[in-house]
């Protein structure tokens, strides 16, 4: 069972950059890969990043890639998405998540934990 909450969301200006937190608590064991997805008002959720717990490899979106970094710490038990250079096209709601499985994965339907999501908007 793993439990995630997300922080740091909020208003910006186009340009400027915010990080975002999700502490994890519960079982935190190597196995496990989390991810970030993005939710706009009106479109499907979407694949924004994704880390191995254990071996902190990752991936990113196509849209994102560049401007954003995923990373962990395992002594918070907390990942982070670091998001440079925002555009008003990222404006949408950040859910961490994550999967208790080997490998990383960019699709939301295979991760078994979400948190509540974490509000940015970007003004242009």
């Known amino acids: 069972q793993v439990q995630l909450v997300e922080s740091g969301g909020g208003l910006v200006q186009a340009g400027d950059s915010l990080r975002l937190s999700c502490v994890a608590s519960?079982?935190?064991?190597?196995?496990?890969?989390m991810g970030w997805f993005r939710q706009a008002p009106g479109k499907e959720r979407e694949f924004v990043a994704t880390?191995?717990?254990?071996?902190?490899?990752?991936l990113y979106g196509n849209s994102v890639k560049g401007r954003f970094t995923i990373s962990r710490d395992n002594a918070r038990n907390t990942v982070y998405l670091q998001m440079n250079n925002l555009k008003s096209e990222d404006t949408a709601v950040y859910y961490c998540?994550?999967?208790?499985?080997?490998?990383?994965?960019?699709?939301?339907?295979?991760?078994?934990?979400w948190g509540q999501g974490t509000q940015v908007t970007v003004s242009s």
């Open positions: 519960g079982r935190t064991i190597s196995n496990t890969v």
């Open positions: 998540a994550a999967r208790v499985a080997y490998g990383l994965n960019t699709m939301a339907q295979n991760y078994n934990y």
């Open positions: 880390i191995n717990w254990f071996d902190v490899t990752t």
